[in-house]
């Protein structure tokens, strides 16, 4: 069995019920995958020095770190498995750290705005910048990356989330969570993690491929003889900027416009064929 998590609220009733699932209905092989993310009015930003000016809702990081160790004492319970996404706050990853040190089989990912953007992103009401969970402060970002570095996060996942110019170009409390993650993502592993030395690039590649095929079990993420041959080319030297016109993706929704980046995708096989080359 594997149980997806995500909670909506912080009642004692939603609470005993997810309790008792995991507890009583499941067995011990359990793997529960939790968003990282509940909302209990709105979640839309971190910080209430920046949602009250803009007239929504604060998603305190502190609620986040509650829910994420709360599993993790389920899972303990249990003897289950659980994976954490997007991890995002400073207090997350040290509970993941702290769980790991216990024992409990816990892995988790987070994503590259998480280390490469802060909640002022949104101070001018960039609907690009509406994340779920929200933007965090420098503090949360300097975790991130270090337990990127550490160990405490296992692998990196995109959290694409497309969206139509249409939906987004409207108030910020209206515009849906997410942005566009698949086109920016080597570019923002490399120039933010690789360039400054926090990892290797071979350990990013492994972060971005055959961890997450580790955790979830899948025959991919390898080079390997009789896998499949799902292959991206690329120069970790090349540099481009951040064009969202150009984007294969028929969505837009990118808060690194305009941004320099370093590594280029050159060609792309999927089960030993070419989907994509550079023009």
């Known amino acids: 069995y594997r149980l997806r998590v ?12 997810w309790r008792e699932d995991i507890l009583y209905r499941r067995p011990p ?25 803009l007239k929504t809702f604060a998603d305190a990081a502190g609620a986040h770190a509650w829910l994420a160790e709360r599993e993790l004492e389920l899972a303990e319970m249990t003897k289950s498995k659980v994976h954490v996404c997007h991890v995002s706050s400073a207090g997350s990853v040290e509970i993941v750290r702290r769980a790991k040190a216990r024992g409990i089989r816990v892995t988790c990912e987070t994503a590259p705005h998480y280390w490469t953007l802060t909640d002022d992103a949104v101070t001018t009401f960039n609907t690009n910048a509406k994340m779920n969970p929200p933007l965090r402060e420098e503090e949360d970002v300097a975790a991130i990356k270090t337990g990127i570095k550490d160990g405490t996060i296992d692998c990196i996942a995109t959290d694409h989330a497309p969206h139509t110019p249409t939906e987004k170009d409207v108030e910020f409390d209206y515009a849906p969570f997410g942005i566009v993650g698949l086109e920016t993502s080597l570019g923002l592993v490399i120039t933010e993690l690789v360039e400054p030395g926090i990892l290797t690039l071979e350990r990013a590649i492994e972060m971005m491929t055959n961890a997450p095929a580790r955790i979830l079990d899948l025959p991919a993420g390898t080079l390997g003889a009789g896998k499949p041959a799902d292959i991206a080319i690329f120069d970790p030297k090349a540099e481009y900027t951040v064009d969202p016109a150009t984007f294969l993706s028929r969505s837009r929704n990118t808060p690194f416009a305009g941004r320099r980046l370093r590594g280029l995708v050159k060609a792309t096989l999927c089960d030993g064929r070419f989907v994509y080359r550079e023009p």
């Open 6 to 17: 995500m909670a909506i609220d912080t009642t004692d009733a939603v609470d005993f019920e």
């Open 29 to 53: 092989s359990t793997e529960i995958v939790d968003e990282e993310a509940y909302t209990v009015e709105a979640v839309l930003l971190d910080d209430d020095d920046i949602a009250f000016p």
